[in-house]
Nanobody
Framework: QVQLVESGGGLVQPGGSLRLSCAAS????????MVWYRQAPGKQRELVAAIASAGSTNYADSLKGRFTISRDNAKNTVYLQMNSLKPEDTAVYYCNALISSSSRRYIFTDYWGQGTQVTVSS
């Protein structure tokens, strides 16, 4: 069984920083692209940032320069460093990854974490 577990959310003041983590665990053979999404109240889920297994990255245009995605392949973990946070960054942040299991090495399945709440407020 493969699962993704996010951590690092919380309450932060405007202008502050947070670092989210998402660790994949279980019978993993390979982890492909890892992606952060977010969903604010009353809004659709939107892509925040993505990183390929080789390290290339992609960001939502509105977040470039404030957010940085990175990964540690040895730990099957993806990070999201969020700086200069604004109240409009308040959302539940979700981790998503393409993962192949030990029993089905060449079939990648889409996995989601449970989400972590980020609240930016004074």
């Amino acid at each position: 069984q493969v699962q993704l577990v996010e951590s690092g959310g919380g309450l932060v003041q405007p202008g502050g920083s947070l670092r989210l983590s998402c660790a994949a665990s279980g019978s993993i053979f390979s982890v492909g692209a890892m992606v952060w999404y977010r969903q604010a109240p009353g809004k659709q889920r939107e892509l925040v940032a993505a990183i390929a297994s080789a390290g290339s990255t992609n960001y939502a245009d509105s977040l470039k320069g404030r957010f940085t995605i990175s990964r540690d392949n040895a730990k099957n973990t993806v990070y999201l460093q969020m700086n200069s946070l604004k109240p409009e960054d308040t959302a539940v942040y979700y981790c998503n990854a393409l993962i192949s299991s030990s029993s089905r090495r060449y079939i990648f399945t889409d996995y989601w974490g449970q989400g972590t709440q980020v609240t930016v407020s004074s």
